[in-house]
């Protein structure tokens, strides 16, 4: 046994051992049904292809833009009833990020995985609530967190009753509008027991860098998916799209759909290796 807790998500888990890598991806926002969907049946053909497990994510609302004018997203109803149609006419599971106490119960209604937001981790009632779903919670690392701070949010997950959480890490704050990885935060995490995955586009956000929004760092995607991978990763975390540059939120870190597979073949090269 690894000591880890795996998630099960439908017919797959999440760092039980031997498991096979888990994939969340899709567009930061929910631009339209319409993209939703071609994005979720794209990248299901090529995780079936590579043997890798995938979970669509895409948010119904982002509540942290950088200033009040950016698209936030269709709203909860509406963007409820789009993740639904994913999830039920392509049998795919899907994940979505919860910013509010208020709203956890209607959306564990639809979702197989709840989210909670770096800027939210320390949140005690947010984990609560989604702890007392009873499905799987993701919580991404804080960004003005060290990983090891990250044990209490485990703890407050397992003492509200979460039995299947995974923490995220997503970069940590260096200075102004900067975000660097220390990618020893990955066993330092999966040490409390937990799978861990990790969120490589918004690792390389320059959060607030463009003035009214973030700025980013999409070339450098390759390399930080590479090195996790090679650190030790349960499950990957990536915003993607058809045309990042036309993106409605985070158009500088999104990474392109023609990119995915060869990036995911790589990674699964490296894991191979570390396995020999």
């Not at 998500?9 to 899709?26: N, R, S, Y």
């Not at 049904?33 to 590579?50: K, P, Q, R």
């Not at 890490?169 to 330092?188: A, C, H, K, M, Q």
Request: charged residues 20%; negative net charge; glycine residues 8%.
């Amino acid at each position: 046994m690894n000591g880890i807790t795996p998630i099960t998500i439908g017919d797959f888990q999440i760092g039980a051992e031997g498991a096979p890598l888990t994939l969340i991806a899709g567009p930061c926002v929910i631009e339209s049904e319409l993209g939703c969907m071609d994005t979720a049946s794209y990248m299901a053909e090529i995780c079936v292809d590579l043997g890798i497990n995938y979970i669509f994510k895409a948010s119904w609302d982002k509540a942290n833009r950088t200033s009040i004018h950016s698209y936030r997203g269709p709203g909860l109803e509406r963007g409820l009833e789009i993740l639904n149609n994913v999830k039920q006419r392509l049998k795919l599971p899907v994940l979505t990020d919860v910013h509010e106490t208020g709203h956890v119960k209607q959306v564990a209604q639809v979702v197989d995985m709840l989210q909670i937001p770096a800027f939210l981790c320390r949140q005690t009632d947010l984990l609560i609530a989604c702890a007392e779903t009873g499905i799987p919670v993701n919580v991404k690392k804080g960004q003005f967190l060290a990983a090891w701070d990250m044990k209490n949010v485990v703890e407050k997950l397992r003492e509200a009753g979460c039995r299947q959480a995974m923490l995220t890490e997503r970069g940590s704050s260096f200075g102004y509008n900067t975000l660097i990885v220390d990618y020893t935060s990955l066993p330092t995490m999966r040490s409390y027991g937990v799978p861990v995955c990790f969120d490589a586009t918004h690792s390389l956000q320059l959060p607030g860098g463009a003035g009214s929004s973030s700025g980013g760092r999409r070339e450098f995607v390759p390399q930080v998916v590479r090195a996790a991978a090679a650190v030790g990763m349960d499950a990957l975390f990536m915003e993607v799209h058809p045309n990042p540059t036309k993106g409605l939120s985070d158009a500088s870190t999104m990474y392109p759909l023609d990119q995915m597979r060869d990036l995911l073949t790589q990674v699964l090269a490296i894991q191979a290796a570390l396995s020999e």
